[in-house]
Nanobody, 122 residues
Framework: QLQAFGGGLVQAWASLRLSCAAS????????MGWFRQAPGKERELVAG????????TYADFVKGRFTISRDNAKNTVSLQMDSLKPEDTATYYC?????????????????WGKGTQVTVSS
């Protein structure tokens, strides 16, 4: 079971750090992604990290601002979000896809955590 936390209300250009913790299992065999969904929009990938942390991928709209990381010993994945913009406002979700499945499509993820709301004011 995945649980995302760390969201909140911040002003533009502020930073937030989201974390995703797993219970009842290990994350080390899963690639992990952070997705977001704004009202009226489809869920989209923000960033992903491979099961061993050696490979990351970012959506163009967060490159240079967000950093995904993981600590398999602690069974956690984090998303450091800097220079936040109002357009980053959304519900953020962490999700897991089993090792060996090469997809970052929301439809391809094996497990989802409940979202955490991020609101950025201008």
């Amino acid at each position: 079971q995945l649980q995302a936390f760390g969201g909140g209300l911040v002003q533009a250009w502020a930073s937030l750090r989201l974390s995703c913790a797993a219970s009842g299992g290990t994350l080390s065999i899963y690639s992990m992604g952070w997705f977001r969904q704004a009202p009226g929009k489809e869920r989209e990938l923000v960033a992903g990290v491979s099961y061993n942390g050696l490979s990351t991928t970012y959506a163009d709209f967060v490159k240079g601002r967000f950093t995904i990381s993981r600590d398999n010993a602690k069974n956690t994945v984090s998303l450091q979000m800097d220079s936040l913009k109002p357009e980053d406002t959304a519900t953020y979700y962490c999700a897991a896809v089993l090792l060996g499945r090469s997809t970052w499509s929301p439809d391809g993820m094996d497990s989802w955590g409940k979202g955490t709301q991020v609101t950025v004011s201008s």
